[in-house]
C-alpha cells in the first residue's frame, strides 16, 4: 500500500490526478464530458475517491465502482426538461461505453429533494456547494480538465483522508444515516478503511 496523505497539499493534487489516470474509463468520461460544455462541472462521488482507495490498496483502479457523477450549476434554466435535456445528450454520448453516467444539475436539487427524501434542502449556489454537502468530507472531492492539460481539483478538506482510507463524517441535516448507511457499505468492499463515528 501506498499513501500520499503526508504529502504537501500541491503534491496530493499531483498523486491524485496520477491514480485517478490508471482508471482509463474515468478518463474517458472526462474527455467526453468535457465537450459537452456543461456550466461548472465536475466528475465527483464514489468514481473519484473509491478510484484512490483502490490504487492505494492494490486493486484494479475501477473495482467496485457503479457509476460516475457529473455535477454542473445551471440556474438559468433549472427546469426538468432542460436538465433531461443533457441527460439524454449524455446518454448518447457514453452509449459505446459499458459506464453509468449519472448527469444533475445541482442548481434543481431543491426542486425535488424534499418529495423524494422527506425533508428540504436549501438551494445550492454553486456546484462547489452541492460538493460541500456530501455525508463524509472524505467524498468532497470534484475533478474537471482544463485548458493546457491541467485539472481543477477541488476538495475544501484536503486530500490526506482520502489517501489514507479515513472515511469522516461531515455533520449537517439529513445527513447522519447516509453516512452510516454508505460507510457499511464501503467498509465491506475496502475493509481497509477506517470509518470514524458520526459526532453525537
Given amino acids: 500500500m501506498i499513501s500520499s496523505g503526508r504529502l504537501p497539499l500541491d503534491e496530493q493534487a499531483v498523486a491524485l490526478r496520477s491514480a485517478l489516470s ?16 456543461l456550466p461548472g462541472w465536475y466528475l465527483t462521488g464514489g468514481a473519484v475517491f473509491q478510484t484512490v482507495w483502490n490504487v492505494v490498496t492494490g486493486r484494479p483502479a475501477d473495482a467496485g465502482i457503479k457509476d460516475f457523477d457529473i455535477f454542473y450549476f445551471d440556474d438559468r434554466d433549472p427546469s426538468w426538461e432542460a436538465e433531461d435535456q443533457m441527460i439524454q445528450t449524455a446518454a448518447t454520448l457514453f452509449e459505446d461505453l459499458p459506464v453509468e453516467v449519472e448527469i444533475r444539475n445541482e442548481a434543481r436539487v431543491h426542486l425535488w429533494y424534499e418529495a423524494k427524501f422527506g425533508e ?5 449556489d454553486s456546484t462547489e456547494a452541492a460538493i460541500d454537502s456530501f455525508a463524509a468530507t472524505t467524498c468532497a472531492v470534484g475533478i474537471r480538465p482544463e485548458r493546457a492539460g491541467q485539472w481543477r481539483v477541488y476538495a ?42 458520526w459526532p453525537d
Avoid at 490508471?22 to 460544455?37: K, Q
Avoid at 428540504?120 to 445550492?124: D, L, R
Avoid at 445527513?175 to 460507510?183: E, F, L, N
Wanted: charged content about 15%; proline content about 13%.
Fill in 22 to 37: 490508471c482508471n482509463e474509463r474515468l478518463l474517458m468520461v472526462l474527455d467526453r464530458i468535457a465537450g459537452m460544455g
Fill in 120 to 124: 428540504p434542502c436549501a438551494p445550492y
Fill in 156 to 197: 475544501p478538506h484536503g486530500l490526506a483522508d482520502v489517501f489514507n482510507l479515513v472515511l469522516r463524517p461531515n455533520p449537517g441535516p439529513g445527513r447522519r444515516q447516509a453516512y452510516i448507511t454508505k460507510s457499511a457499505r464501503w467498509q465491506q468492499q475496502w475493509p481497509e478503511l477506517t470509518v470514524l463515528p
